[in-house]
């Protein structure tokens, strides 16, 4: 399968965000777990490697970690793409994209029925909301 985007989920330091860029070739999307607003001190370095950057709020294996607080990004200003993830359903999008001021979100659990398993009907009224709010792609 062709890619044209990796997306990191680990520990990557922005040293190494920026040597996998360099080793494919290929755009990069930088996860940050994002809790508290201590934490966007830590996007800085990443903003600076990075194609795009995604703020989510799991940890480690956690199946979800649960919204972000929302609040906290409403005012980033970045020079980048950025997208919101962490939490959200079709229930919660509209509030999650007017607070944050997000225009692309991920879903994964937001959408299941149980770990790992999607629902079609929970992925069709996401996107039915998402396509008024954000970017559909």
Same mark, same amino acid.
């Given at each position: ?6 997306? $990191? ?13 360099? !080793? =494919?070739?290929?755009?990069? @999307?930088? %996860? ?40 906290? $990004? ?13 939490? !959200? =359903?079709?229930?919660?999008? @509209?509030? %999650? ?41």
């Amino acid at each position: 399968v062709p890619l044209d985007l990796l997306q $990191l989920h680990g520990a990557e330091t922005p040293e190494r965000v920026a040597h996998i860029q360099k !080793l =494919t070739g290929l755009p990069v @999307m930088k %996860a940050l777990r994002l809790k508290t607003i201590d934490q966007l001190a830590e996007i800085p370095p990443y903003e600076d490697v990075a194609d795009r950057l995604l703020f989510d709020s799991r940890i480690g294996d956690e199946p979800s970690g649960g919204p972000i607080n929302w609040t906290i $990004l409403k005012n980033l200003r970045l020079g980048k793409p950025w997208m919101l993830a962490g939490g !959200l =359903t079709a229930q919660n999008l @509209m509030e %999650a994209v007017m607070t944050s001021g997000a225009t692309s979100v991920d879903v994964s659990s937001g959408v299941e029925d149980s770990l790992g398993r999607k629902s079609a009907d929970k992925i069709r009224a996401f996107l039915a909301t998402a396509s008024q709010y954000c970017q559909v792609g």
